[in-house]
Every structure is written in structure tokens, then in C-alpha cells.
């Protein structure tokens, strides 16, 4: 089988992807950077509390100056975290409508890539190459067929043989097939390939593969 090489399919999406990732991470840098600090600051306080356990009454001043100062410090770094927040979700409004836009664009590429057509295309093939092996083997059973049927249909031969219609008949002689359900191939085994499910392989073409070295795909 041929490698298929699918087109580039988000051209127009990935150029509002571009922008947006680029806008979004100047949101993420600051965001990294507010919680370094505000870990930092939960540092400083956590080691602030366990001083004033042992503090004497000047440092314990002190201290609670400092914890003060810790404390609105951090509530201004939560309050720029949360303004970061509504800055974040400001941005993906207003790209929603840039990525819909660029989407329905981008659908067009899509056209050439029918599976509709690839099942008729392999359907017709499959059916043509069977019919083909058909045909040949009749071909051939109809050419010794009166031959072996002058001796078989003599009464005497089918009184002593009575099971010799079971031996030789063009339903023998043609292409073996066994299958277990009534479709070849179900919608379900094409929508699952549509969605990039590989198929498994089936005996028949592990064991070709053997005997050849290469592979079918």
C-alpha cells in the first residue's frame, strides 16, 4: 500500500495558536513569578511565627511588624494573581471567535480525504481480483468438467460411487472464503480508521509478511 502523506490541515488555527501562545505566556511568566514570591513570602512567615515563640518583647515588636508587612505583601500578590486570572480568561474570549474563525477555514483542507471513496475505490479492487481468480478457476473446471462427468454420470459408476457429486462441482472448485459476519468491512471498522484506529492484522498477511520479509504497509 502506497504511504499517505495528509496536507497541513490547521494552517490559518495554528497561526491564532501562535498568537495566543505567545500572549498567554506573558500571563504564565508573570503567574511563576507572583507564586515564587508569594512562596517565598509563606517562608518568611512560617519562620517569622517560630521566632516569636522564643522573642523577648523588643523583638517580638519587631516580629510583628514584619508579619504585618508579610501578610500585605501577600494579599497584593493575591490580588494580582486573581487579576492575572481574569486576564487569562479575557484572552481565551476573545480568541474563541479568532479560532472558530480560522477553523471553518481550515475544514476546506480537509476535501480529497473522502474514506466514501477509498472503500469504493478497494471494494471495487478486492471484488475485481476475486472475480478475476473466479472466473479462471470456472474457466478451467468447465474445460475438464465433460471429460470426467462422461465417467462419473454413467449409472454404473454413480451406483457404485453415490457421493462423486460431492467430489467434483464448480462450488468446489472456486475461491475459498470465511466469514462471519454479513459485511466485509462494517461502518464501525471504517469510522474507527477515520479516527486513526489501526486495524488489526489479519493472519493471512502476518504470515505473507513472514514468507516475503516485507511489510504490507
Known sequence: MAQVKVRKLFTETEKVLANYK????????????????????????????????SASVSEMVYLKIAAKEINQKSEIISVLLEELTEERTA??????????????????????YGATDIVEKYKYLMLQEISEIGQQMNDQY????????????????????????????????????????????SKGDVFGACRGYRPDKPRSVIESEKATGKDVE
Open 22 to 53: 505567545e500572549r498567554v505566556s506573558k500571563i504564565d511568566k508573570q503567574e511563576s513569578e507572583l507564586n515564587d514570591e508569594l512562596a517565598a513570602l509563606q517562608d518568611e512567615m512560617t519562620a517569622n511565627i517560630l521566632d516569636q515563640e
Open 91 to 112: 484572552l481565551k474570549l476573545e480568541i474563541t471567535p479568532l479560532y472558530r474563525t480560522a477553523i471553518r477555514s481550515d475544514m476546506r483542507n480537509k476535501t480529497g
Open 142 to 185: 468447465r474445460k475438464i468438467a465433460p471429460d470426467i462427468y462422461e465417467v462419473f454420470e454413467d449409472q454404473a459408476v454413480r451406483e457404485e460411487f453415490p457421493r462423486l457429486e460431492y467430489v467434483f462441482n464448480e462450488d468446489t472448485f472456486k475461491p475459498s472464503f470465511g466469514w462471519n459476519s454479513d459485511a466485509v468491512v
